[in-house]
């Protein structure tokens, strides 16, 4: 993808020393929502010291209606480099309410191999999914849940066992409470 001269710009202005101008440039962005500009976002939410920054760029991942912004946060998860802002970043799958049934298994390896917290934001992510999954798909997924069970704790067994069930039964629609 080749960056234009107004990405940047932005980007430039995400390496402000002046927390209240990265703020706002940030709050354009998020009007803006272009995805070359986001890698500039992921790469700030590691590299910054300031609360209040990684708060609003997490804000904005929570809110991305974008669904090619999905493929764009697998890879921040699945990314050695984001290991700290993992869990954070999985939240943000669950609240932005994107697809991500295509990666089923990236979640299921979360819940199964990460810590609980983490586990439990990518169950929560695979609780609020929704979509055609092939039954080959579900059924190899079964399987490593079920040998996963062998061998874990209390709390991820409990997780564990919910999957089970919650895998058996997305939805192929997005389902919306009133």
């Not at 920054?53 to 990314?79: D, G, M, P």
């Not at 480099?81 to 390896?109: H, M, P």
């Not at 059924?139 to 490593?144: A, G, R, S, V, W």
Request: glycine share 2%; hydrophobic share 40%.
């Amino acid at each position: 993808m080749s960056i234009d001269i107004k990405s940047k710009e932005i980007l430039s202005h995400l390496q402000s020393t002046d927390q209240e101008f990265v703020l706002e440039t940030i709050e354009k962005i998020r009007e803006s929502g272009n995805l070359l500009i986001m890698e500039g976002l992921l790469d700030l939410l590691h590299d910054t010291s300031f609360p209040e920054i990684k708060k609003s760029i997490l804000n904005l991942f929570s809110e991305l209606k974008n669904e090619k912004s999905v493929t764009l946060l697998i890879s921040a998860i699945t990314n050695e480099k984001y290991r700290d802002e993992q869990k954070e970043l999985v939240a943000c799958c669950w609240q932005n309410g994107l697809n991500y049934t295509e990666y089923l298994s990236v979640f299921i390896e979360l819940v199964i191999h990460e810590s609980f917290l983490t586990a439990f934001e990518a169950f929560t992510v695979i609780e609020n999914m929704y979509g055609n999954i092939p039954d080959e798909v579900i059924n190899q997924e079964i399987i490593k849940i079920e040998k996963s069970l062998l061998n874990t704790n209390e709390e991820k067994a409990y997780l564990l066992k919910g999957l089970l069930t919650i895998i058996r039964e997305i939805p192929e629609e997005q389902e919306f409470l009133d």
